[in-house]
Every structure is written in structure tokens, then in C-alpha cells.
């Protein structure tokens, strides 16, 4: 046999063989994935387009009144779309100056032995199951917010926003942190070389170098708030209003399909309409996946000469 | 091919046998959700007894329930209302007469918050709140404070009977909270001085205070008299008088034990 790397009884055609074999199993296995989802989504498509038969794209994006079930009924989800997206800026606001800031602290200043203990707490807050949020949010966080702000009711924007911010931050503190983590050291030796500060050697050259990596995470987690259901169906209040104040209930497109469908006469018109908000939802984050996608490309910090 | 004959023979005896049992003792029960309840509860203790009877349910509202008698596609239609006029004369012109049989009640209770003070409403001023034209509590004679609203999802059985008996059809403001349930409704307003909704009247607690409609309180007595405004009969309608395991079914409803599963249901049972 001498050098030949074939074991014995194997002729090079059998693995050949064995190889294409390979090769075709796992070709067939992520086209099985890809068309499962492609279906799924031509479903959606299927499902939701109907609804134009009955009110025009206008009516149904910038209609002001869901009156689903009414006769004659009212399709129109401009309160929903408004209150999924000031759900979802609210709580950015508040998650992604405190994710950013958990993850420079992490990457930079902690001493490794506290990032050590603190990163691993930090990611098991992204696996609390999103219904004990909700939960949370409708009988602890409601009350106490209620009676905090002397408003009339807690379940509302501020809150769903708050708990929302609690299920973003670890994603957006997670991927920054590892952008942050990833720039090259040399970067930051110069910086200390040329006498700047910590404080300046974050905010002027690591900042900077990690800002492609920092924009997708916070993207990735605001598209996660814009998805989310359970929170936004038991905190948000409900209410399709256009909301007017941060303290009026909100009634976020997710929330509509989950409390709905169940319901729905299947193939009527609040079907069809529920299937569409369904694909309103979906260019949503099909928009903010494509964004983080242009910016982790566009921005991407190549060696260390680019900056 | 004798063998193919053979076999074919057999598929069809075999199918033939099959499709007769399957006709032998099979019910097909459709209509409305606030019906489900107590006929799927019925459904399991009578099939229980009777195993060799096959009862199917579903859902897909009153209306639906109705139409699938008038259709023949179901042995009996729930409804939580009464028939249409409409829907009658479409019955009549396709021979069929359908038979109404109450099998249940159901109250819907307006409550408030523990400390409100407000003790009775009338059905004119809970229209009002949830048109949004009453807004403040020291208008109805309580504790100044905003009202907050709070109703069922549009598609809840329980908001249909609100829609029809309290709001006349007219439409609840954008503004008024929805909850998912009627448990969700217990919550939301135990946690909120200003609130006011409605449950069933199986869902009141002690964390909330039912409010009276026109003086009268809502109980299952007052609603078995009538004097209960927000209330309505549970209906199941057979294609004619019922007959065979039809007939067996609805007496079995009827009966103590079937009126005690209503009750488990959540719905005021008849006696």
C-alpha cells in the first residue's frame, strides 16, 4: 500500500462515489429547507392577496378603522402598522443604548473574570420564553406603571415597549459585544501609542471600527421586537387606535393575527385580511433583515488600514 | 386475474362494511363557538356511553351552524341566537324545517374595579361608555377618574352577545382595550381602578365587583326569569324533529346530567 492514502478494500471510485453521494444528500437536504419556506411564503401570498378584492392596497394600508367583523366590515391596519412601529422605536430607544453599552463595557472595561460570570447571564436573557415577558409585563410591570405615572391604565405602549427592550437588549448587547471583541488589537495599541485616553480609544477608534457589526445588531434586534407576538398581545392593551401618547394602548399587527385567526371563518374576508397583515409583517423584517444585510456589507472593516 | 377478482371482491365488501359502520351511529354537530363548549363536553360523556356512536363537532359560528341544516351537511346546528327570519324563509323554500331547542343560558355581567363605587348602570348609559360619549366615572356618579375600557376581541362570542344586546350594533370606540379572554378581562380589570368590562357570569371572582344593569343584578336566577337584560338562550336546531340517535342526543342534553355538563361548560343551565 506504501503511501496510499486509500484504506484498504476502497478503490479510489468508490470514494468517489461516497463523495457525490455526500454531496447530492446534503444538496437535497438544504433544497428540502429552502423549498418548505419558499412554500410557506407563497401560502402566505396565497392567502393574503384575496383580501384586495374587497379593499384596495390604500384602504387597506392607510384605512384608520379594524372593524373585521362588522357588516359592512372595515379593513384598514394604519393603527396597526402605527402601533407595531412605535412599539418597536420606543423600544429601541431604551435597548439600544443600554445593549451597546452593556457590550462595550463587556469587550472593553469589565475585568475579564466579571465578563466572565456577566456575558453568560447576559445570553441566558435571550431564552426566556416570551410569554413569561408578557406575563410579567400584564400583572407586575401594569400596575406599576399605572400607579407610577398616575395613568389610567398600564397595559399600553410604554409597557410592551419596556418588556420588549428586555428581549432585544440581549441580542443587540451579544453580536456588538463580539464586533467590538473582534477589533484587531493593533488598532487599539496605536491608539494608547498616540496617547489617547480608554475613554478616547473607545469612543474614536474601536466605536467606529465595530460600527458595521454594532448596526447589525441592533437591527437584528429591533426586527425581533417588530415579530414578536406574545408580549405585545398580553402587554400592549390592544387597542387599534393611532396612539396618540406613549401611554395609550397600541394593538401591534402581530397581536392581531394571534388574536383573531383562531376565530376567522377560514376563507372569508378577516381571513384573507389577517393573511395580509401577514405579509405587511414579513416585508417588515424582510426590510430590516435586507438592511442588516447592506450595512454588514457596505460598512465591513477590512484590515486595519481602512479606517 | 380470478385472484384479481378475488381481491376486489374483498376491497369492496370490506368497504362497503366499513362505510356502513361509519353511517351506523355518526352525528355531525357545526355552529357557533359559544356553543362548543357544552357540546363538546356533552359530546364526550354521551359517546362515553355510547361507543358505538361517533359524534364529529366543529365550530365556524351561528350562522354557519344553521346553514349547514338548512344544507343537510350537519345533524344539528348550535347557535347562540335565535334563527333569522331570513334564514327560515331559505329553509322553507328548501323543504327543510328546522327545530329550535334551548339547550342553555348565557349572562354577560358588567364589572368594575374593587373600589369603584358606581353599584348599577343602565343599558343606555353602558352603550354610551362604549361609544366613547361617557368618559369620565363622576358622569355616572362615581369617583372622578377616566373610564377605561375594556372588550373582548371582535371575533369572542362574548363580544358578539355585547355587540348585539348592549351596543345595538353600533361600533365599540378604537380606543377601548382588547383582551383575549374572559379570564384576561378579570385581570385587566382587577389591576385598574378606572376599568370597566364584561365576562360571563361563571368568570366573576372576588378581585372584581359586577356592576347591576337596570337595577337588576346578574345571577343565574335573574337570568332564568328573564329580568337579566344582557342574556340570551343557547340554541341547537335539528332538520325537523329530531329521530334515532339525533332524538338520543338531544334528550341527553336535556336531562339532568346533560343540563350538569352545561353548567360545567361555564353556561347557566335551563333547570
Known amino acids: ?307 | 386475474m380470478k385472484r384479481m377478482i378475488k381481491g376486489l371482491l374483498l376491497v369492496s365488501v370490506s368497504l362497503v362494511m366499513a362505510s356502513s359502520q361509519l353511517f351506523a351511529g355518526e352525528l355531525v354537530i357545526k355552529g357557533s363557538t359559544t356553543v362548543l363548549p357544552i357540546a363538546q363536553k356533552a359530546a364526550e360523556a354521551y359517546m362515553a356511553e355510547h361507543p358505538d356512536v361517533k359524534i364529529s363537532l366543529s365550530g365556524g359560528g351561528s350562522g354557519n351552524g344553521i346553514k349547514a341544516i338548512i344544507d343537510g351537511t350537519a345533524d344539528i346546528g348550535n347557535a347562540s341566537r335565535f334563527i333569522k327570519q331570513k334564514e327560515v324563509d331559505l329553509a322553507v323554500k328548501k323543504g327543510v324545517y328546522p327545530v329550535p331547542f334551548r339547550v342553555a343560558l348565557d349572562a354577560i355581567v358588567p364589572v368594575v374595579n374593587g373600589k369603584n363605587t358606581v353599584a348599577n348602570l343602565t343599558m343606555a348609559q353602558l352603550k354610551e361608555i362604549y361609544l366613547g360619549k361617557i368618559k369620565d366615572w363622576k358622569e355616572l356618579g362615581g369617583t372622578p377618574g377616566t373610564i377605561v375600557v375594556i372588550s373582548r376581541d371582535s371575533s369572542s362570542g362574548t363580544f358578539g352577545v355585547w355587540k348585539d344586546l348592549v351596543m345595538k350594533k353600533e361600533r365599540v370606540i378604537p380606543r377601548a382595550l382588547t383582551v383575549p379572554s374572559n379570564g384576561g378581562v378579570v385581570q385587566a380589570v382587577a389591576n385598574t381602578p378606572g376599568a370597566i368590562g364584561y365576562v360571563g357570569l361563571g368568570y366573576i371572582t372576588a378581585e372584581i365587583k359586577a356592576v347591576d344593569v337596570e337595577g337588576v343584578a346578574g345571577s343565574e336566577e335573574n337570568t332564568l326569569n328573564g329580568s337579566f337584560p344582557i342574556s340570551r338562550g343557547l340554541f341547537m336546531f335539528t332538520k325537523g324533529w329530531p329521530k334515532g340517535d339525533t332524538m338520543a342526543f338531544m334528550s341527553f342534553i336535556l336531562s339532568q346530567k346533560g343540563q350538569e355538563l352545561v353548567k360545567a361548560a361555564g353556561s347557566i343551565p335551563l333547570f
Open chain 1, 1 to 307: 500500500m506504501g503511501n496510499n492514502a486509500t484504506p484498504q478494500g476502497e478503490t479510489p471510485l468508490k470514494r468517489q462515489h461516497i463523495d457525490s453521494g455526500v454531496k447530492f444528500s446534503f444538496l437535497f437536504i438544504a433544497l428540502f429547507s429552502i423549498t418548505v419556506l419558499s412554500l410557506i411564503m407563497v401560502f402566505l401570498f396565497k392567502e393574503g392577496l384575496p383580501i384586495l378584492e374587497h379593499v384596495s392596497i390604500k384602504e387597506f394600508v392607510l384605512g384608520k378603522y379594524w372593524y373585521p367583523t362588522d357588516e359592512p366590515a372595515d379593513f384598514g391596519i394604519l393603527p396597526l402598522i402605527l402601533g407595531s412601529l412605535s412599539v418597536t422605536l420606543l423600544s429601541g430607544l431604551m435597548a439600544i443604548p443600554l445593549g451597546i453599552m452593556t457590550a462595550i463595557y463587556l469587550a472593553e472595561i469589565a475585568h475579564p473574570k466579571v465578563a466572565e460570570f456577566v456575558k453568560p447571564i447576559v445570553e441566558l436573557m435571550a431564552s426566556m420564553p416570551s410569554v413569561v415577558i408578557g406575563f410579567f409585563g400584564m400583572v407586575v410591570v401594569a400596575p406599576f406603571i399605572q400607579k407610577l405615572f398616575n395613568i389610567p391604565v398600564g397595559l399600553n405602549m410604554f409597557n410592551a415597549s419596556l418588556m420588549l427592550a428586555f428581549m432585544a437588549i440581549p441580542t443587540i448587547c451579544t453580536i456588538s459585544e463580539d464586533a467590538i471583541f473582534s477589533v484587531p488589537t493593533a488598532l487599539k495599541e496605536a491608539s494608547f501609542a498616540l496617547g489617547a485616553t480608554h475613554f478616547e480609544t473607545i469612543f474614536k477608534v474601536i466605536l467606529p471600527a465595530s460600527l458595521s457589526g454594532i448596526c447589525t445588531a441592533v437591527i437584528l434586534g429591533l426586527s425581533r421586537a417588530v415579530g414578536e407576538t406574545m408580549v405585545v398581545l398580553m402587554a400592549a392593551g390592544g387597542a387599534a387606535m393611532i396612539p396618540g401618547s406613549i401611554f395609550d394602548p397600541v394593538r401591534p399587527l402581530p397581536a392581531s393575527i394571534a388574536a383573531e385567526m383562531a376565530e376567522a371563518p377560514f376563507g372569508g374576508e378577516h381571513y384573507h385580511a389577517l393573511f395580509a397583515i401577514g405579509i405587511v409583517l414579513f416585508l417588515f423584517t424582510f426590510l430590516f433583515n435586507l438592511m442588516a444585510d447592506f450595512i454588514s456589507h457596505r460598512f465591513r472593516q477590512v484590515g486595519e488600514a481602512s479606517l
